[in-house]
T-cell receptor
Framework: NAGVTQTPKFQVLKTGQSMTLQCAQD?????MSWYRQDPGMGLRLIHY???????DQGEVPNGYNVSRSTTEDFPLRLLSAAPSQTSVYFC??????????FGPGTRLTVT | DAKTTQPTSMDCAEGRAANLPCNHS???????VYWYRQIHSQGPQYIIH???NNETNEMASLIITEDRKSSTLILPHATLRDTAVYYC??????????????FGTGTLLAVQP
């Protein structure tokens, strides 16, 4: 299994641009989540999904959209990038109420 | 979810046991203790979790006090590759609707050669 994969690894955007961060898992996990991590801080939940076709907001959802059309994929869309969205983004999946498996992260800089 | 308190940083000599403490005095009866770690520039990695009994797996041991107000993660023979930030997280077994993890700032374990 490849586990949880994220693309791209690095991205630089200009203010106002949009883009999609990709996340995929090959473990047939129901739960998938997106977190962001700012320097010196813990991870904060952006959006999550409990299964295909079902998504909901976490604690910091503003400026982000998600969709879950398949079990495997959970893309995160930045609608209009802002410097405050400069962060490291982690995608995670879990087989229900168990340990979560994290991807390697996407490092995003918005100038 | 209950709050946890961890030391900001710790050192450990390579080959020795690393004992990482965590206080969770407000833990409730249905909450588990989870440990994750994050090696620099990588995603968090699950280590172990437990409710009230001590747990051991191939990575570590988890010792939970009888009153469940604190716990200790033990890495029996620390290596340089164990240098990371270690997070102690208390949460309901089912994580609520979000299944989310609440990460604090954790303990930076530095394994010294």
């Amino acid at each position: 299994n490849a586990g949880v994969t994220q693309t791209p690894k690095f991205q630089v955007l200009k203010t106002g641009q949009s883009m999609t961060l990709q996340c995929a898992q090959d473990m047939n996990h129901e739960y998938m989540s997106w977190y962001r991590q700012d320097p010196g801080m813990g991870l904060r939940l952006i959006h999550y999904s409990v299964g295909a076709g079902i998504t909901d907001q976490g604690e910091v959802p503003n400026g982000y959209n998600v969709s879950r059309s398949t079990t495997e994929d959970f893309p995160l869309r930045l609608l209009s990038a802002a410097p405050s969205q400069t962060s490291v983004y982690f995608c995670a999946s879990s087989p229900g109420a168990n340990e979560q498996y994290f991807g390697p992260g996407t490092r995003l800089t918005v100038t | 979810d209950a709050k946890t308190t961890q030391p900001t940083s710790m050192d450990c000599a390579e080959g020795r046991a690393a004992n990482l403490p965590c206080n969770h005095s407000t833990i409730s009866g249905n909450e588990y203790v989870y440990w994750y770690r994050q090696i620099h520039s990588q995603g968090p990695q699950y280590i172990i979790h437990g409710l009230k009994n001590n747990e051991t797996n191939e990575m570590a041991s988890l010792i939970i006090t009888e009153d469940r107000k604190s716990s200790t993660l033990i890495l029996p023979h620390a290596t340089l590759r164990d240098t990371a930030v270690y997070y102690c997280i208390v949460r309901d077994r089912y994580g609520g609707a979000t299944n989310k993890l609440i990460f604090g700032t954790g303990t930076l374990l530095a394994v010294q050669p």
